[in-house]
């Protein structure tokens, strides 16, 4: 399948799409403290998207998916389902926002720690998060998509952490995953060649163990196979003529 390039229309409702997501992500904040259960912060967000925002919750009801956001936990690299789990000190929680506004998606995720985490648990976060950036740095017309798979991986890898392959970063428009795919590991100068008007997400999973991964037998939840942390930021993407825009931060600030 080609990849679609989006008009000024569509991009507009693409950046509105994308700061609402990120809006999610900035009124859940407080929220995310010792004691609360993922099902609450699920409630809250569904609640807000709903209510607030009129947006669409994309998760809810995706090929089964029962709740409107994912959650997850220390070792679940990512699409932990909202339940009763209370969150503790110490945890690490990655809380993923996809909402649909006019049509469009948009798609972000950030890590939350509770308390101070463990160092290994504190610095695969960072270090998701430098991937995630390192990835951005490449976008713009003419870099392939292998340049920004290539950029994650060898800062991953370079600091003794490892990227998650069975899941990858994906074009969103009015569809929530269409193409490409956004892989986050490559080789520079192969892949897909980036062109502006395109959108996409960049969304590394990265395992402070080894990269190995399972799902439960819920048929959603991926965990670490060796129970490693992991973690995971997302952003939404749109290329721009010399380089990129990021939909999916709220006040222009890199992070
Ligand atoms: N938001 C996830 C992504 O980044 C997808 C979640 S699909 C769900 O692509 F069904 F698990 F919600
Ligand atoms: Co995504
Ligand atoms: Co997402």
Same mark, same amino acid.
């Not at 609640?47 to 009801?61: D, G, H, K, S, T």
């Not at 798979?149 to 269409?178: K, L, M």
């Given at each position: ?119 290994? @648990?504190?610095?695969?976060?960072? $270090? ?10 490449? #976008?713009?017309? !003419? /870099? *392939? ?85 992991? @973690?995971?930021?997302?952003?939404? $993407? ?10 999916? #931060?709220?006040? !222009? /600030? *890199?992070?």
């Amino acid at each position: 399948m080609a990849v679609s390039i989006k008009t000024p229309e569509e991009i507009a409702k693409m950046r509105v799409a994308g700061r609402l997501a990120a809006e999610v992500l900035e009124m859940i904040e407080p929220h995310v403290a010792a004691g609360v259960t993922t099902g609450e912060l699920d409630a809250i967000c569904h609640r807000y998207i709903v209510e607030e925002q009129r947006a669409i919750p994309a998760p809810l009801n995706y090929r089964g998916f029962p709740k409107s956001i994912c959650t997850s936990v220390n070792h679940v690299v990512c699409h932990g389902i909202p339940g009763d789990r209370r969150l503790k000190r110490g945890d690490i929680v990655n809380i993923d926002i996809t909402v649909i506004k006019d049509g469009f998606h948009g798609d972000t995720s950030r890590m939350f720690f509770i308390g101070k985490p463990p160092l290994i @648990a504190e610095r695969v976060t960072r $270090i998701s998060r430098e991937c995630l950036w390192r990835g951005i740095d490449q #976008v713009r017309p !003419g /870099a *392939r998509l292998g340049d920004i798979g290539h950029a994650i991986q060898q800062h991953a890898e370079g600091n003794n952490c490892s990227v998650v392959r069975e899941f990858c970063g994906h074009g969103i428009g009015r569809v929530f995953h269409e193409d490409p795919q956004v892989l986050h590991y490559g080789v520079p100068g192969t892949g897909v060649r980036i062109e502006a008007g395109m959108t996409f997400t960049i969304e590394p999973m990265i395992n402070a163990g080894r990269r190995g991964v399972k799902i439960l037998p819920d048929g959603w939840t991926v965990i670490t196979k060796d129970r490693s942390h992991s @973690a995971q930021w997302e952003h939404t $993407i749109l290329v721009t003529p010399d380089g990129c825009e990021v939909l999916t #931060v709220a006040d !222009g /600030a *890199r992070d």
